[in-house]
């Protein structure tokens, strides 16, 4: 059998709580900590307002405003997976680059939905 792992928290209401604490702890840690998620964090600043602007109807508003977010959780997970690989070691090692270098991959899928979804959403619908 299974025993409870002595590193989980509580449960109920105070778990809603720790776990919004540690989130707000991890946007600061990564807003301060890493160049990449702040530039992300401006381009949504820029183009989240923006879309409440151009001529879509809302589900495509909807969709150029869940990409951008996309964007930053794809961050979020690329900088905690950098972040475990160098706790782990900070020489380098192949399986550590493959890491690193598909995390960065991951990102770069994101912000090309947003191009693609912007793109698409703001072509005149008679353009094929």
Same mark, same amino acid.
């Given at each position: 059998?299974?025993?409870?792992?002595?590193?989980?928290?509580?449960?109920?209401?105070?778990?809603?709580?720790?776990?919004?604490?540690?989130?707000?702890?991890?946007?600061?840690?990564?807003?301060?900590?890493?160049?990449?998620?702040?530039?992300?964090?401006?381009?949504?600043?820029?183009?989240?307002?923006? @879309?409440?602007?151009?001529? *879509?109807?809302?589900?495509?508003? &909807? !969709?150029?405003?869940?990409? =951008? #977010? +996309?964007?930053?959780? $794809?961050?979020?997970?690329?900088?905690?997976?950098?972040?475990?690989?160098?706790?782990?070691?900070?020489?380098?090692?192949?399986?550590?680059?493959?890491?690193?270098?598909?995390? @960065?991959?991951?990102?770069? *899928?994101?912000?090309?939905?947003? &191009? !693609?979804?912007?793109?698409? =959403? #703001? +072509?005149?619908?008679? $353009?094929?």
């Amino acid at each position: 059998m299974l025993s409870r792992s002595p590193y989980k928290g509580t449960t109920g209401v105070q778990r809603i709580l720790n776990a919004t604490r540690y989130s707000w702890a991890g946007f600061k840690t990564a807003f301060t900590q890493e160049a990449a998620f702040r530039q992300i964090v401006l381009l949504n600043l820029i183009l989240i307002p923006s @879309s409440f602007f151009v001529p *879509v109807g809302r589900a495509e508003q &909807v !969709v150029m405003v869940a990409v =951008c #977010l +996309l964007a930053l959780l $794809v961050e979020l997970l690329n900088s905690a997976i950098e972040a475990v690989v160098d706790r782990i070691s900070l020489e380098q090692h192949p399986l550590s680059k493959n890491a690193i270098d598909m995390g @960065s991959a991951a990102q770069f *899928v994101a912000l090309s939905m947003i &191009v !693609v979804t912007w793109v698409l =959403c #703001l +072509l005149p619908a008679s $353009v094929n």
